[in-house]
């Protein structure tokens, strides 16, 4: 990975501007959201459709955005008229999450810049555990979501072992022949499954 020093400019500005605005709540809180926001995006967004964006490079970039886009206006609108104006599938009701906190901490305001900084370094991280808890109120909501989310990834990594281990064989068979033309739709349809379950995940990350 190449780095330069201007990479610090940006975070060096956002560090001092969330030092600066932290001990005003409702400055605070709407930087955090924008900073959230973005950061979130940055992050997920890349990991969740580059690869379909990438393997779909033949295509009209416009398909590919209409599809995604429809997908997540479906997908939020769904949600907003499911739970009365909620985008985030009712994961800010749980308790900690369900209402403002009346002062922010320093980290708390910074924690969207901290991944904005691990994203360039290419670091893995949990945007959920890094901007969910700018906003909890409760310690105990934070704790929650760090045990669902290691039992998340230990039932996800032996799952993906499991299936890896009774199919490389299959797919070995078939690595140097000619694509059947039924993997281009199933691509876009599990591509756009993807989005939306991270939609449904993730929008909390933005909403909160």
């Given amino acids: 990975?190449?780095?330069?020093k201007s990479d610090l400019i940006i975070p060096s500005i956002l560090t001092v501007f969330c030092y600066v605005v932290y001990p005003y709540p409702e400055i605070a809180m709407w930087s955090i959201f924008f900073m959230a926001s973005y950061s979130?995006?940055?992050?997920?967004?890349?990991?969740?459709?580059?690869?379909?964006i990438a393997s779909n490079s033949d295509k009209k970039w416009y398909y590919l955005w209409i599809y995604m886009g429809g997908i997540f206006l479906i997908t939020v609108t769904y949600s907003w008229y499911n739970y009365g104006g909620d985008i985030s599938y009712g994961r800010l009701a749980s308790k900690g999450l369900n209402e403002a906190p009346d002062n922010f901490k320093f980290l708390q305001v910074f924690a969207?810049?901290?991944?904005?900084?691990?994203?360039?370094?290419?670091?893995?991280?949990s945007t959920s555990i890094l901007l969910l808890?700018?906003?909890?109120?409760?310690?105990?909501?934070?704790?929650?979501i760090l045990s669902k989310s290691f039992f998340g990834?230990?039932?996800?990594?032996?799952i993906a072992?499991?299936?890896?281990?009774?199919?490389?064989?299959?797919?070995?068979?078939?690595?140097?022949?000619?694509?059947?033309?039924?993997?281009?739709?199933?691509?876009?349809?599990?591509?756009?499954?993807?989005?939306s379950a991270w939609i449904m995940q993730d929008m909390a990350n933005v909403a909160v």
């Fill in 1 to 4: 990975m190449d780095f330069k």
């Fill in 40 to 52: 979130a995006i940055a992050n997920d967004s890349i990991q969740t459709i580059g690869t379909f």
């Fill in 112 to 125: 969207p810049v901290a991944l904005l900084i691990m994203t360039r370094f290419k670091m893995p991280v």
């Fill in 133 to 144: 808890s700018a906003f909890a109120t409760q310690a105990s909501s934070i704790t929650s």
């Fill in 153 to 158: 990834y230990f039932i996800a990594f032996f």
């Fill in 161 to 195: 072992m499991l299936v890896w281990i009774l199919t490389t064989n299959i797919f070995e068979k078939f690595k140097n022949s000619k694509p059947s033309r039924i993997w281009l739709p199933l691509q876009w349809v599990s591509s756009g499954a993807l989005w």
